[in-house]
């Protein structure tokens, strides 16, 4: 009983507020009090009020929210609640929330201090926590968009989603806007050019929007450097199909009088310099067909040589052509004639578009963090302390995943429109794809150990990959040893345990023969695994993203569909090279899609910076502070080297770094 100080923050979107009435209940550990106050939000502030209550309550544990439709529904978002005990030396609780409140029940809100089941000796949170899973169960449901390509979050539409799952009203509005300005200039590039001849490189530059990215014109300017075709491998859009060579490739077929070439070759698979490419999963995919059209892919084998100076060269390509089944597919070489030699470096770079978007991108990036999402809000209550960890990189991940697949790989949408693997070769690539995600690749340590970069000097992409991994990980560490005493903490924790299982075994189809757990043994075990969904959600998502505006503007350098099928012989010609190039209107397509996606969001929130505070007690307060901490100097150290490098890494730049899958 006595005086409580009670604060109420409301979000600072622009309908976060209500003008409907909202009514609270303090329950504590001996009781439960309705508070006389009555209060309409506002956007944007917290309000504070005293009120008196004649009953004992105890320590606090939960705030109970109503909101009291009067008229028409107003959604009020709420942030937190903070109740301050009676008296001066009154202790102060934090009820943190980030969650739309509806007219539709009352909503329970606990204390913020994280909890297992087995932290919870009394029992107090027994039933809210059953409770609270039970509801969630029934709004996040799985569903199979495709079959065999790992599952999502059920719903046909972005009405079907949740509304916490939604985007705020700026981003809906930045995101809605920048397509409708994205549509609206490749409507009037199309009718520039639409009489326009196409009949040179040059002719590119119609399309190419100047001044949205410094790398983008150097692209323009260098794309036909075989150093920087090598480049790309490393420090590009897609750095994860490079993996040095332990012995040549059972597939690379070299026609006769090449013994010079592979005696190179071999020379440098034992020195430990050799390194490859292969595109081999888009074997046997049936490429698109568009506007009548038949579009056209390959599978490429790329053999590159990394130079002492950190330079990586391509020596050979080798285009295997679909459907042909040469004994012996030409191998293209740097002393080929210019033109031959560019139209082959271009189908590997087409090619690595295709991989780039569906293996690396969606499924690894989009469709994992959905999977990741979808499990944690149906097994792991608000209390739990890996939900506290995990949600503030889970943000707005459902509705971008469902927009792409209602706008990018949907029928008819943009893949189908312009893409070689579009009209269902997409999702073949997808299904395929799938069944080779191993855990181990989604681990930065393993990853690049396996694909032997580490220690390789001018792979900026593996050294910013594993500094910040190593962050994230002593973060999740940090955390994790703070509510798990031992190991046996860790086995006991069924909501735990759940959640593990239902990702391998529901979300990823049955995992566990590519090394994906389905449960946890020890603390180790469990901060690897969670360190692996954030970065997963974050500096894996950012390396493979961001890059998009930088390397794909320029259309020839990743071209997104090829007209013609490969060469078969070295006699090419400019004119066959740009009839296999993409057209002008699948360039402009190709334009408009990349800075829509490749822009800077003005609502982006970098890795770490979340201003949501779903812990608390002090201890946790400082973990977080620490890994803000350690990821500012990272900041720091990638910028002063980058600033001495011609071409700046900066993907994995912590400050540039999304918080979570928003774009």
Known sequence: MGRYRVRVATGSSVFAGSKNQVQLWLVGEL????????????????????????????????????????????????????????????????????????????????????????NDPQGFFKKYREEELEERKKKYSWNSWKENVVRTVSGAGLSDLPLDERFHEEKRIDFECSLAKGLTDLAIKDTLNILSSW?????????????????????????????????????????????????????????????????????????????????????????????????????????????????LLPMAIQIQVPGVGLPNPPVFLPSDPPMTWLLAKAWVRSSDFQLHQLQFHLLRGHLMAEVISVATMRCLPTLHPIFKI?????????????????????????????????????????????????????????????????????????????RVWDIIKRYVEGIVYLYYKGDEDVENDTELQVWCKEITEIGLHGAQDREFPTSFHSREELCWFVAMCIFTCTGQHSSVHQGQLDWYAWVPNAPCTMRMPPPTTKDVTLEMVMATLPNFHQASLQMSLTWQLGRAQPNMVPLGQHKEEYFSGSAALAVLNRFREELAVLDKEIRERNSKLDLPYEYLQPSRVENSVTI
């Open 390 to 466: 995990l949600i503030p990189h889970l943000r707005y991940t459902m509705e971008i995943n469902i927009r792409a697949r209602t706008g990018l790989v949907s029928n008819g949408g943009v893949f189908d429109q312009v893409v070689s693997t579009g009209g269902g070769g997409h999702v073949t690539v997808l299904q395929k794809a799938g069944k080779y995600l191993q855990y181990r690749s989604l681990c930065p340590p393993y990853d690049l150990a396996d694909r032997g970069l580490l220690g390789v000097s001018s792979s900026y992409y593996a050294q910013d990959a594993l």
């Open 31 to 118: 009781g439960e009090a309705a508070l006389e106050l009555r209060l309409r939000p506002c956007r944007g502030k917290e309000e504070e009020f005293n009120v008196e209550v004649s009953k004992v309550l105890g320590p606090l544990l939960f705030v109970k929210v109503r909101k009291h439709r009067i008229l028409t529904e107003d959604n009020w978002f709420c942030e937190r609640i903070t109740v301050q005990g009676p008296g001066d030396s009154g202790v102060e609780a934090t009820f943190p929330c980030y969650r739309w409140v509806l007219s539709d029940g009352i909503l329970c809100i606990p204390e913020g201090t994280a909890r297992t089941v087995r």
């Open 199 to 311: 009949k040179t490189l040059e002719d590119f530059n119609r399309i190419f929007w100047c001044g949205q990215s410094k790398l983008a014109e150097k692209v323009r300017d260098l794309w036909k450097e075989d150093s920087f075709f090598g480049y790309q491998f490393l420090n590009g859009a897609n750095p994860m199909l490079l993996r040095r060579s332990t012995k040549l490739p059972a597939r690379l077929k070299l026609p006769p009088g090449s013994e010079d070439l592979q005696a190179e070759l071999e020379r440098h698979c034992q020195a430990g310099s050799l390194f490859e490419a292969d595109f081999s999963l888009l074997d046997g995919i049936q490429a698109n067909v568009i506007l009548c059209c038949q579009q056209y892919l390959a599978a490429p084998l790329v053999m590159l040589k990394l130079e002492p100076d950190g330079t």
